[in-house]
């Protein structure tokens, strides 16, 4: 198997390829891996809705794991910001976790603004075909705003937060998602099983 991925700084690298075959690990999970890749604003939902899909997947007996923007930049990405440069390198690492995730044979739910369509092409870039499952969120800057569940657009508003999606710095969305949900006509427990839906008809999910 062979990935697409950005050249190492270190020589004399040899990718590895285990003794496991893609579908030796789907037989053993009952499913096949992918990356659900839920991307909208703060305050859309991404983590609420990957959240309640993660929740439906393990009763089902899937092995998934929800990938949460703010739980990574507590450890693997604690040292990057917010500025451009710094969004890119954020999304560039947890594209390479999530797709050795999916390469165990896992369901990873990536909730990550990931504003910038060039770095969610390049994750799209690193999967196999099917593997890569754009959830596009899409939850008007209004009702996101009004929500506002961590203070952020008000202190955003307020001068405090510089580089803010969706205020000062840009929310490029998807031309073309695989999974469209449109949250102000949606419950979470709708919106959920739009995306369980979306894994079934798909074939990636074994029968429950």
């Given at each position: 198997?062979v990935?697409?991925?950005s050249?190492?700084?270190?020589?004399?690298l040899t990718?590895?390829?285990g003794e496991?075959?893609k579908?030796?690990?789907?037989?053993?999970?009952g499913?096949?891996g992918?990356?659900?890749?839920?991307?909208?604003?703060?305050?859309s939902g991404?983590?609420?809705i990957g959240?309640?899909v993660e929740r439906?997947l393990?009763?089902?007996?899937?092995?998934?794991?929800?990938l949460d923007?703010?739980?990574v930049?507590?450890g693997?990405?604690s040292?990057?910001?917010?500025a451009?440069?710094?969004?890119v390198?954020?999304?560039r690492?947890?594209?390479?976790?999530?797709?050795?995730?999916a390469?165990?044979g896992?369901?990873?739910l990536?909730?990550?603004i990931s504003?910038?369509r060039?770095?969610?092409d390049?994750?799209?870039?690193?999967?196999g075909?099917?593997?890569f499952?754009?959830?596009?969120?899409?939850?008007?800057?209004e009702?996101c705003e009004?929500?506002d569940?961590k203070g952020?657009y008000k202190?955003?508003r307020?001068g405090?937060?510089?580089?803010?999606?969706?205020l000062?710095?840009p929310?490029e969305?998807p031309?073309?998602?695989?999974?469209?949900l449109?949250?102000e006509?949606?419950?979470?427990?709708?919106?959920a099983?739009?995306?369980v839906?979306?894994?079934e008809?798909h074939?990636?999910?074994g029968?429950?």
């Amino acid at each position: 198997m062979v990935f697409a991925m950005s050249a190492p700084k270190a020589e004399n690298l040899t990718w590895h390829a285990g003794e496991v075959e893609k579908d030796a690990r789907a037989a053993a999970h009952g499913h096949r891996g992918a990356v659900l890749w839920f991307t909208g604003l703060s305050g859309s939902g991404k983590s609420t809705i990957g959240h309640r899909v993660e929740r439906r997947l393990i009763e089902r007996g899937a092995f998934a794991y929800v990938l949460d923007g703010d739980n990574v930049r507590h450890g693997l990405n604690s040292d990057l910001g917010f500025a451009p440069e710094d969004r890119v390198e954020n999304i560039r690492r947890i594209g390479e976790v999530a797709r050795l995730f999916a390469d165990a044979g896992g369901l990873v739910l990536s909730a990550f603004i990931s504003p910038y369509r060039h770095d969610r092409d390049r994750v799209r870039a690193l999967m196999g075909p099917g593997e890569f499952i754009e959830v596009f969120v899409d939850t008007p800057l209004e009702i996101c705003e009004a929500r506002d569940p961590k203070g952020l657009y008000k202190k955003a508003r307020a001068g405090e937060i510089a580089n803010f999606t969706g205020l000062d710095a840009p929310y490029e969305a998807p031309t073309n998602p695989e999974v469209h949900l449109e949250t102000e006509r949606l419950s979470v427990d709708e919106a959920a099983a739009s995306v369980v839906r979306y894994l079934e008809e798909h074939d990636i999910l074994g029968e429950s």
